[in-house]
């Protein structure tokens, strides 16, 4: 049997995609780019924003069309735009052959055929790597409900995998090639609070205790964590960031809004000067950390001066890099039952654009600062002629010269722009 995988969405879902292709693989299936050659094609979803359920929905028009014409093979749609009940969905899809949702595998195998689907079969099957990072999911789910985010109802509650489970994907990948782990949570700081300690009456292990049981993986080189969340952030997890040699100073903490109002709508969880609190504790502990946030504009009832706030809070914080996203109504969360999505398009529009372009700014500021400098890049691929790969901040840079994927190659940083960096190899500088 042959299968194409199609994947949108963040991290966890791309992550999600390559166990399922490691299942799938070691039932004797084949992977295929092509979907019209397939047995079997799987989309794995997203539903964050209206737009990437829409990029789904664009896919399997094209795969009704393709069976339309004769081609006979099985469509599932697994990820973050099946919820528990999938009434809705077969009735406007009714061509697919089974809905999964995120992480349940178990159906997709079954309409394979493929009689393999329980037991520890998940846990210890693991992608081949075809490069030197990898994503390893660590807690699954949310608990926090922010009104805005359909996440909580689609891949459920937090849980943590244990430590064993992770070293032992850890050991894997490293064992083959890999160099750089990216440790993934919704929230990822708030992994091991479900789970038991080891000894009775001490505390549950923290993403601290993950980072030093994986620390001296042999291969491993760096390790990355994605996505912070400002509550659950301790100075223990910071302080074991500071002091792990392979833990990259790159964090990844969405404030969402500058405006306390808008916070408390977003049910976030957190005011302003407490996420500033946690943005002081990494600062101060780590001051060449790399801050990454993510930035929603247009929310319900949001103000000119409420949006104003946010401006500032960028000018002020000057993030590396924001990820930013026009407020989408999702069906299903509280505030699409709750609250009015009454800021206009055009406003929202505007707002996006004023946020990109502050950002734009500062970013291109940030990344000059690095002009003349020399950088350890981890090389990740080899595109038109020239290598790309990120340094510990997480930046990416493009350049010139010798190398080879998987190696660390300084880099002489010679042009600088808000979104990437270039410059040369230089010669003979591949660290041991
Ligand atoms: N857990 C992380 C956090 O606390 O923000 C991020 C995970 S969330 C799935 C990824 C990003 O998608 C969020 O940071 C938010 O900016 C964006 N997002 C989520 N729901 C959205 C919505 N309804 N409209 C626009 N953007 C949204
Ligand atoms: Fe969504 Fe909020 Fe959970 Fe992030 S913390 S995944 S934004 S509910």
């Known amino acids: 049997m042959k299968y194409h995988i199609w994947t949108v969405g963040c991290q966890m879902n791309v992550a999600d995609s390559r166990k399922l ?8 299936c084949t992977h295929t780019d092509a979907p019209e050659d397939a047995d079997l094609v ?59 949702r995120p992480q349940d595998f178990s159906p997709i195998m079954a309409v394979a055929g493929i009689d393999d689907t329980g037991g520890e079969f998940w846990p210890t099957t693991f992608g081949e790597p075809d490069a030197p990072t990898a994503f390893v999911p660590v807690i699954h789910g949310c608990d926090k409900f922010c009104t805005y985010c359909i ?10 995998r244990t430590i064993a489970d992770i070293k032992n994907e850890v050991e894997h990948y490293c064992a083959r090639g890999v160099k750089e782990i990216t440790l993934l949570g919704q929230t990822v700081e708030a992994y091991g609070h479900d789970l038991q300690p080891e000894i009775l009456g001490t505390a549950p292990p923290d993403l601290g205790d993950l980072m030093r049981a994986i620390h001296e993986t042999p291969g491993l080189e760096r390790i990355r964590f994605l996505t912070s ?7 223990r997890i910071v302080a074991a960031v500071a002091e792990l040699p392979k833990v990259c100073e790159n964090f990844n903490i969405p404030v969402q809004a500058g405006d306390d109002a808008v916070l408390a709508r977003m049910r976030r969880g957190y005011t302003l000067a407490e996420y500033l609190e946690k943005f002081e504790l990494v ?43 026009a407020y989408s109504p999702r069906p299903g969360t509280i505030a699409h039952r709750t609250l009015a999505d009454d800021v206009p398009a055009d406003v929202k529009q505007h707002r996006l654009q004023t946020v990109e372009e502050i950002e734009t700014r500062i970013s291109t ?46 880099v002489r940083i010679e042009r600088a722009t808000a979104w990437s960096l270039q410059g040369t190899a230089l010669p003979a500088t591949v660290p041991a």
């Open 229 to 235: 969340y400002p509550k659950d952030m301790t100075p």
């Open 21 to 28: 292709a490691a299942g799938l693989d070691r039932a004797g």
């Open 151 to 160: 996440v909580p109802y689609r891949r459920g509650r937090e849980k943590s």
């Open 42 to 100: 799987v989309l794995n979803t997203c539903s964050v924003r209206e737009h990437a359920e829409d990029r789904a929905i664009g896919q399997l028009g094209r795969l009704k069309k393709l069976r339309s014409r004769g081609k006979d093979f099985r469509i599932a749609v697994m990820g973050c735009m099946v919820g528990i009940r999938d009434d809705d969905l077969r009735r406007r899809f009714p061509y697919v052959d089974v809905f999964a």
């Open 365 to 410: 500021e940030i990344n000059q600062r690095l002009l003349d400098t020399q950088q350890d890049v981890l090389v990740e691929n080899r595109r038109e002629g020239r290598w790309s790969g990120r340094n510990r901040l997480g930046k990416l840079i493009h350049f010139e010269g010798d190398a080879e994927v998987g190696q660390t190659v300084r």
């Open 283 to 325: 600062r101060s502990r780590i001051p060449a950390a790399a801050m990454v946030t993510d930035i929603i504009v247009g929310f319900c009832g949001e103000t000119e001066a409420e949006f104003a706030r946010t401006c500032e809070l960028l000018e002020r914080l000057r993030f590396d890099k924001v990820h930013v996203a």
